[in-house]
């Protein structure tokens, strides 16, 4: 037992984040000269961007105002912070050990749950994940039928509360295939698995029917006494929160939209591998679309090879919302550039594919008020590069969260600086 607790301890401490936060905003500054990509607009050549106590004051052409702290980025580039809009960030550090996993609550139904709150803002995997310029992240509770709702956050902060942009971001549903599934050689009979189906499907129904009846109840009545499970769920039932359907099948998620159609939720598919072939019914229900794995195998044997590749490229096309996650395991979120650029490769227009993690990410989430494009008013939220940042070779130099200047060292970073150290004094590279 004593090995076990000193093994537990050493992981909590392996997990620390040792980069200090970033102080706030301490007056205006300006970026001058550089490349600015708005990506509600098309891009200005020798813009500029004004930060005025975390927001952005202006943005487009000309010179710094006079007595603002200006930044020369004169042949870089200025783009919007990238959004991974599903993900286990700040959930889990080493996914072999239990105790860093707390994306999984105990029991079925718990709308109660906010993610956010498990959040751990000394994670090691986050700076890493900023260091790359994806400074926003949507992150994702697992497990149940109802295993919670979805947070919104900023990479960066000293607790949960100050990392968090929106903490209720939408309830999530693990959406029940509605048919057997095909088990090889009869391990399970097919009148046994008909009957796990449509037990999973009547619980999501009664979860649903239990809230409603609930609030119809609690308005009738207000001295009832509160659940926090049911209360949870107003503002989804109100239409003011998404419900993210976990569906990949075209079974599934035909089926999601009709039940989401019914009782007037407002539904986005998380996941949806099979999105493409029900697109013309996504498109009449305003339903937007999660893409949450690009780099997969195609699903059937008959699909296409890029069959997961052409997805985004597909529903722009037919005119359906979408946004696109890294599908990344949590260390390797900071990939998100990358699966945009393999959609881009594959018939998206490359434009598309930044507004993909960018600015169509924030409408997806319910952020775009504040993040996703770089527009007066909205978050000085951004990051300055010396390329493309879809393309794998550009280095982010530079990132702003509320005009907050983020060090962008990491663990990785203090490694490669270490062992540079070590060869020069081998005498094997340059002092």
């Not at 975390?54 to 603002?68: D, N, S």
């Not at 952020?367 to 493309?388: M, R, Y």
Request: charged content about 25%; some cysteine.
């Amino acid at each position: 037992m004593r090995v076990l607790a000193l093994l537990a301890c050493a992981a909590a401490v392996a997990a620390q984040d040792l980069v200090h936060k970033a102080p706030p905003q301490a007056g205006p500054i300006a970026l001058v000269g550089g490349t600015v990509h708005p990506v509600s607009g098309p891009p200005v050549e020798n813009g500029v961007v004004l930060m005025v106590e975390g927001r952005l004051a202006a943005v487009g052409e000309g010179g710094a105002p006079p007595g603002v702290e200006v930044i020369d980025v004169k042949g870089k580039h200025v783009y919007p912070g990238l959004i991974d809009a599903h993900t286990n960030l700040g959930l889990v550090e080493i996914g072999a050990v239990r105790a860093t996993r707390d994306y999984d609550e105990v029991g079925e139904i718990t709308p109660e749950v906010r993610a956010c709150v498990a959040v751990n803002p000394d994670s090691w995997l986050i700076p890493v994940t900023r260091s790359n310029g994806v400074l926003v992240f949507g992150t994702f509770p697992q497990g149940g039928t109802v295993p919670g709702r979805a947070s919104v956050m900023h990479a960066d902060g000293w607790t949960w509360e100050d990392m968090a942009v929106r903490q209720d971001a939408g309830l999530v549903v693990t959406w029940p295939m509605p048919r057997p599934r095909y088990v090889p050689h009869g391990a399970v009979r097919e009148d046994v698995l008909a009957r796990e189906v449509a037990a999973s499907l009547q619980r999501v129904r009664d979860a649903f029917a239990d809230a409603r009846a609930y609030l119809d109840a609690k308005a009738a009545d207000p001295s009832l006494p509160a659940d926090i499970r049911w209360e949870a769920m107003r503002d989804v039932l109100a239409g003011k929160r998404p419900v993210f359907f976990d569906a990949q099948d075209l079974d599934e998620i035909t089926t999601a939209v009709e039940f989401a159609a019914a009782r007037g939720l407002n539904a986005v598919i998380l996941g949806g591998h099979d999105a493409a072939l029900c697109a013309d019914l996504l498109k009449a229900h305003d339903v937007a679309v999660l893409i949450a794995n690009l780099h997969r195998f195609p699903k059937r044997t008959d699909s296409d090879f890029d069959e997961a590749y052409a997805l985004p490229a597909k529903l722009e096309k037919a005119g359906v919302r979408w946004c696109l996650a890294s599908g990344e395991r949590t260390a390797n979120v900071r990939n998100l550039p990358y699966a945009a650029a393999r959609a881009a490769a594959y018939g998206l227009p490359k434009d598309a594919a930044l507004r993909g993690v960018t600015l169509y990410a924030a409408r997806v989430l319910g952020v775009a008020d504040t993040l996703g494009s770089l527009e007066p008013g909205k978050s000085a939220t951004l990051i300055v590069t010396d390329g493309d940042p879809l393309e794998v070779t550009t280095r982010v130099e530079m990132a702003f969260i509320d005009g907050r200047r983020i060090d962008l060292s990491n663990k990785q970073t203090a490694l490669y600086e270490k062992y540079k150290e070590k060869y020069r004094q081998l005498g094997l590279i340059p002092r």
